[in-house]
């Protein structure tokens, strides 16, 4: 089965969503992240997706110790996929520490791929492709890398799995890039997990269809109302039942 991943961002311990990745375009949707945790692992999701957007800036982890504790809220029932800062050994180190159990590298693997393959010895990583029309975003979606998205998948053979954000769509609410998804999830050996767009149960039963993918990062539009998590969740389900065997980790 597909897995949904509802995301926690956090600028200043709080739980926030950005418009395209700009810090001076923000939402506050609330100042207790551990409770969001435990009601979204309440729902039934088995994953919660966390970023520290501080970090991801400056490379401050100034929401280290929420990332801690909402990994220990939600022990029992899910796991913590989290990212944001993640540039350094040390940090997969003292994150696994957390009771994280995927880090997400996205700035530092694209400096640095031989990176990507040391952590993973630590703890599993995701590689975090974030493009503006096909380019490789970083320190913070804040710059270009020069790196297109297409050449990037090869890079990383030991990456459990590839999470893709299109940009341009993150809190936009105006649907994922499924065409451009769908490449992705033919070009990469490991699952792609889909984030950026999302809006609607139908943008989930679309992304559902795709051969190859391993998951869905939900934000703004679980804040927002415009599903519940147990909503996205029973959608995901019966895109399974449809087709036995789609998706999951490869």
């Known amino acids: 089965m597909i897995e949904l991943f509802p995301a926690i961002d956090l600028l200043g311990g709080r739980v926030v969503r950005l418009r395209q990745g700009d810090y001076a375009d923000e939402t506050v949707y609330?100042?207790?992240?551990?409770?969001?945790?435990?009601?979204?692992a309440a729902a039934g999701a088995r994953w919660i997706h966390v970023v520290d957007l501080d970090a991801a800036?400056?490379?401050?982890?100034?929401?280290?110790?929420?990332?801690?504790?909402?990994?220990?809220?939600?022990?029992?029932?899910?796991?913590?996929q989290?990212?944001?800062?993640?540039?350094r050994l040390d940090d997969a180190r003292e994150l696994a520490a957390a009771g994280v159990a995927r880090v997400v590298m996205g700035s530092a693997a694209v400096r640095e791929p031989n990176l990507v393959a040391e952590a993973s010895e630590i703890v599993p990583v995701a590689v975090g492709l974030d493009h503006r029309a096909g380019e490789l975003a970083v320190h913070g979606w804040t710059q270009g890398s020069g790196m297109l998205l297409d050449d990037a998948y090869r890079l990383f053979p030991t990456a459990?799995?590839?999470?893709?954000?299109?940009?341009s769509?993150?809190?936009m609410l105006e649907g994922p890039d499924i065409a451009g998804l769908s490449r992705s999830a033919e070009l990469a050996a490991a699952p792609v997990i889909a984030s950026g767009g999302?809006?609607?149960?139908e943008d989930i039963a679309?992304?559902?269809?795709?051969?190859?993918?391993?998951?869905?990062?939900?934000?703004?539009?679980?804040?927002?109302?415009?599903?519940?998590?147990?909503?996205a969740l029973a959608a995901l389900s019966r895109a399974g039942q449809a087709c036995p065997g789609h998706g999951g980790e490869r």
Not at 30 to 40: I, K, L, M, T, W
Not at 160 to 167: N, P, R
Not at 198 to 201: I, P, Q, R
């Open 169 to 171: 769509r993150d809190g």
């Open 82 to 87: 989290t990212g944001g800062g993640v540039r």
């Open 160 to 167: 459990a799995v590839f999470v893709i954000t299109d940009i």
């Open 30 to 40: 609330g100042n207790d992240p551990v409770q969001v945790a435990r009601e979204f």
């Open 206 to 231: 679309a992304l559902a269809s795709i051969p190859g993918l391993g998951g869905v990062i939900t934000g703004k539009a679980v804040y927002e109302g415009r599903f519940t998590v147990e909503q």
């Open 57 to 80: 800036r400056s490379g401050d982890p100034v929401n280290r110790p929420v990332v801690a504790a909402v990994a220990a809220a939600v022990a029992d029932t899910a796991q913590v």
């Open 198 to 201: 999302v809006s609607s149960l």
